[in-house]
C-alpha cells in the first residue's frame, strides 16, 4: 500500500534553513507529481509546492517562492523540500502528497516545523 | 487565485442524522478537459487530511457510503446521509482546476451534538 513518511522537521530560528524529506513506498514514485502542504497550528491548508514526476517543472505559492526549494530523487523514493530564510509564519505542519490517482490522494504523517528563536 | 468558501464552519449533528457542507467556488471549476477537479477532504483530530471524494462525485476506496458529493460549476455539497461519531472532524473542499495555487475552503468542523 502507498506510504509516505516525512521527516526532518524541528525547531529553528528565523532566518535559517531546514531540510524536509518524504520516503516513499508501495507505487512507482517516479511515475507521479507530488506535493507539499502545510497546516499551521490550528489552521486550515495551505498548499506550498509540487514538482512533476521527472522533476521538470516545479510550482510554488507565493508565499513561499524564492524561499524554498522542492526537488526529488527518483532512484531513492524521495521527496525533499529545502526551506531557507525561515520565517515566523513558516511555522506548520508539513505534509507530503500525491498524485498516484489524481490530485492529494495520499497523505504522510506530516512533520512540525517551528521558527522560533 | 481561486477562492474557496465553506459554509457552515462548524456543524453539530446528532448521531444518526444527515450532515451538508456547502462549497462555492470564486470561478467555474469545469476544466478545459470537461473534468471538475473537485475534492473533500476529512481530517480527524490528530491525524493526517484523508482523500473522501474527487471530481465532485467520486468515492475513494474503503470511504463509507454515507458519504456523498454533488455540485456542478461553482457550487458544491458533501453529505453525510447518517452521521457516526468517526465523522467528527473537519472537512476541506479544494479545486484542482486553476492551478498554481491549488487552493483549499477554510474547513468545517463536524461534531456531535
Known amino acids: 500500500q502507498v506510504q509516505l513518511v516525512e521527516s526532518g522537521g524541528g525547531v529553528v530560528q528565523p532566518g535559517r534553513s531546514l531540510r524536509l524529506s518524504c520516503a516513499a513506498s508501495g507505487f512507482t514514485f517516479s511515475s507521479y507529481g507530488m506535493h507539499w502542504v502545510r497546516q499551521a497550528p490550528g489552521k486550515g491548508l495551505e498548499w506550498v509546492a509540487v514538482i512533476w514526476p521527472d522533476g521538470s517543472n516545479k510550482l510554488y505559492a507565493d508565499s513561499v517562492k524564492g524561499r524554498f526549494t522542492i526537488s526529488r530523487d527518483n532512484s531513492k523514493n524521495t521527496l525533499y523540500l529545502q526551506m531557507n530564510s525561515l520565517r515566523a509564519e513558516d511555522t506548520a505542519v508539513y505534509y507530503c502528497a500525491s498524485e498516484v490517482m489524481g490530485h492529494f490522494d495520499y497523505w504522510g504523517q506530516g512533520t512540525l516545523v517551528t521558527v522560533s528563536s | 487565485d481561486v477562492v474557496m468558501t465553506q459554509s457552515p464552519l462548524s456543524l453539530p449533528v446528532a448521531l444518526g442524522q444527515p450532515a451538508s457542507i456547502s462549497c462555492r467556488s470564486s470561478q467555474s471549476l469545469v476544466d478545459s478537459d470537461g473534468n471538475t477537479y473537485l475534492n473533500w477532504f476529512q481530517q480527524r483530530p490528530g491525524q493526517s487530511p484523508r482523500r473522501l471524494i474527487y471530481?465532485?462525485?467520486n468515492r475513494d476506496s474503503g470511504v463509507p457510503d454515507r458519504f456523498s458529493g454533488s455540485g456542478s460549476g461553482t457550487d458544491f455539497t458533501l453529505k453525510i446521509s447518517r452521521v457516526e461519531a468517526e465523522d467528527v472532524g473537519v472537512y476541506y473542499c479544494?479545486?484542482?482546476?486553476?492551478?498554481?495555487?491549488?487552493?483549499f475552503g477554510q474547513g468545517t468542523q463536524v461534531e456531535i451534538k
Open positions: 479544494m479545486q484542482g482546476t486553476h492551478w498554481p495555487p491549488w487552493t
Open positions: 471530481k465532485v462525485s
